[in-house]
């Protein structure tokens, strides 16, 4: 049978949202049983939300001063020394999973899948490669661990409700000193999280500044909306990296999302194409945004934008 | 809590080799870069029509582009002094050479091909870099953070964890210091700031910087730089098949959308798909 242990993601005040998404995926594997891994400065808050996941069977608490901040230098000894009684060691392809979840392989002496799209059976699985342009099926050693991210955009998040034993452990691993956190520099926004948010509105190139980006920020702000940016928008300096959609930014699947002066490079495409509608609004007719785009409309991002916050926004 | 890790602590710097020297000491000596052979990032690449595999005949070939920013900020960092020799090393078949041939013009001092025939999976390209390693003493390897064929982003990290060294991955800015490294990573919120002792592996991101376009007389030098050959069986690391690939398909395709004339056929169009 199978056991996953998903490591959480967490900035040691709340989960991240990829915990309960990981959860999810770990659900498609039939009949396994799914615990969390809480590792943290004290992580008693922390283990009682992953608790509450629905799905979850057990939470290891895995307190420790150096889980202070979430480096993959120390954190991966202390995964790698709980994997033994697992299965499978799940994370989140987020920057923190992506950074993490190959250094715990290594230690492990495994390869990792990357990028769970679906999940086929316990040692079968779908990830994208080639910028998605390419899905593979990958099918892995039944007899070794088995260690993945999880492609966070292909599944919702498991819900609430969930009533999951918390145990503490206390791990033996040697861990190194050779890795300093600095500082942590955060956009500081009151706007909806772009990763998780149902709206996400982007801008591209075509705003033309950062000023005129507020033509965006606007939008957005009337609808409830994230807000995103091409990484044309971000190369020219507009907006902060944070805000990049795309395959090297980040991948979403919001209910509805508006590209705005985006042209449509294949790299920006490959970070959408799970959301639910997409609208794009472009003065050029053949960009190759229109071809992925659910509803269409050719014209003046300037003109077009202001127009359709004053129908649309409260 | 926080002992070092005795095994991947190192007693003293290898001494200075190769033949680019600046004033004073570089606070590197020698940074290792990888180069991989990739389909080139504007080949739109397809599944097979039998479903066997990717097209990749007569398609170009190039360095992967992360790894062609790696190479900059390696060149990057010997410009400023900090770095004595940069050797490029690719794991690959005979046509790699290309690549190191093109890193060399980008200015590369010389090159490593390990010559594999086959497809090499993440850990056993890291067991071949650590094995490079160990041979060649570098205080600093950068990588790409991930290959744009297979997506992986796995290499770097798994380089770190069979070194024991520190890995930064995701830079955006790299200052070297005397024994460390500062660097700004590329995370979900914003930009880390992380300091590692080195010995260290760097992944690369793409806004660190942008890769120098290649003279025609740096190409015609860059025929004359050293370029070993080493067999991949040589290493020792054996080839892992615990993950293998059995299927190959092109995306779901997104269904065909409307086009509508107006912001009141946008704003018709999303009411009636109950969005509004």
């Known amino acids: ?32 049983t799914v615990d969390v891994a809480v590792l943290a400065v004290d992580g008693a808050g922390l283990a ?30 202390q995964v790698a020394a709980v994997a033994a009684d697992y299965t499978h060691v799940f994370g989140p392809s987020t920057m923190f999973g992506k950074d993490l979840m190959p250094r715990v392989a290594a230690l492990l002496e495994v390869n990792q899948v990357s990028d769970i799209m679906e999940v086929l059976g316990p040692y079968r ?24 991210t999880v492609r966070t955009a292909s599944y919702q998040a498991a819900g609430d409700g969930g009533s999951a034993s918390i145990e503490s452990r206390d791990v033996d691993a040697e861990l190194p000193g050779h890795s300093r956190f600095v500082k942590l520099e955060a956009g500081s926004s009151d706007r909806p999280d772009l990763q998780t948010a149902p709206r996400v509105v982007s801008g591209g190139r075509a705003l033309g500044s950062e000023e005129n980006f507020e033509l965006i920020y606007s939008f957005a702000d009337s609808i409830g909306a994230a807000v995103g940016a091409s990484r044309a928008a971000v190369d020219a300096g507009y907006v902060p990296n944070e805000m990049q959609v795309g395959q090297t930014g980040k991948i979403i699947a919001p209910e509805l999302y508006f590209a705005i002066g985006i042209s449509g490079a294949i790299q920006h495409l490959t970070g959408i194409k799970d959301a639910g509608t997409i609208v794009a609004i472009n003065k050029d007719a053949e960009a190759p945004i229109f071809e992925v785009a659910d509803i269409g409309l050719v014209g003046d991002l300037f003109k077009v934008v202001p127009e359709l916050k004053e129908a649309l926004g409260s | 809590m926080r002992g070092l890790n005795a095994a991947a602590a190192r007693a003293s710097p290898p ?74 090393v690719s794991i690959g078949p005979a046509e790699a050479q290309q690549q190191l041939r093109t890193g060399l013009a980008m200015g590369a001092d010389r090159a490593i091909l390990v010559r594999s025939d086959r497809d ?7 067991r071949m870099l650590l094995e490079i390693v160990r041979r060649e003493e570098p205080e600093l390897v950068l990588l790409g953070k991930q290959a744009i064929d297979n997506d992986n982003n796995q290499t770097g990290q798994m380089l770190a964890a069979l070194w024991g060294r520190p890995q930064a991955t995701f830079a955006s800015k790299i200052d070297v210091g005397d024994g460390k490294l500062t660097v700004k990573r590329e995370v979900d919120v914003g930009l880390e700031t992380v300091e590692v002792d080195l010995p260290a592996v760097v992944t690369t991101d793409l806004r660190l910087n942008e890769p120098r376009y290649v003279k025609l007389p740096d190409i015609m030098k860059a025929k004359k730089k050293p370029l070993d050959e080493i067999d991949a069986a040589e290493l020792g690391a054996e080839p892992d098949d615990g993950i293998r690939t059995v299927a190959w398909e092109p995306p779901a395709e997104r269904q065909k959308g409307i086009m509508v004339e107006d912001v009141a056929g946008l704003v018709a169009a999303l009411k009636d798909k109950g969005l509004f």
């Open chain 2, 15 to 88: 001494p200075a080799r190769g033949t680019d020297r600046h004033a004073g000491d570089p606070r590197v000596k020698k940074i290792l870069v990888g180069l991989k052979r990739v389909v080139d990032y504007n080949v739109r690449v397809r599944v097979r029509g039998d479903g066997s595999g990717v097209e990749t005949d007569g398609v170009k070939m190039s360095i992967n582009p992360f790894d062609e920013i790696a190479l900059e900020e390696a060149l990057r960092i010997r410009e400023r002094g900090d770095v004595g020799e940069i050797v490029a």
């Open chain 1, 48 to 77: 009682e939300a992953a608790a509450a996941i629905d799905g979850v069977d057990r939470v290891l608490r895995i307190d420790n001063p150096a889980n202070e901040h979430l480096l993959a230098a120390t954190v991966a000894p």
């Open chain 1, 125 to 148: 699985f779908k990830r994208p490669i080639y910028a998605g342009n390419v899905v593979i099926t990958v099918e892995a050693a039944e007899d070794r661990l088995l260690v993945a």
């Open chain 1, 1 to 32: 049978m199978s056991k996953v242990l998903i490591v959480a993601e967490h900035d040691g005040k709340a989960l991240n949202p990829s915990v309960a998404k990981c959860v999810s995926c770990a659900r498609g594997i039939d009949g396994a």
């Open chain 2, 120 to 126: 090499v999976d993440s850990l056993t390209a890291a």
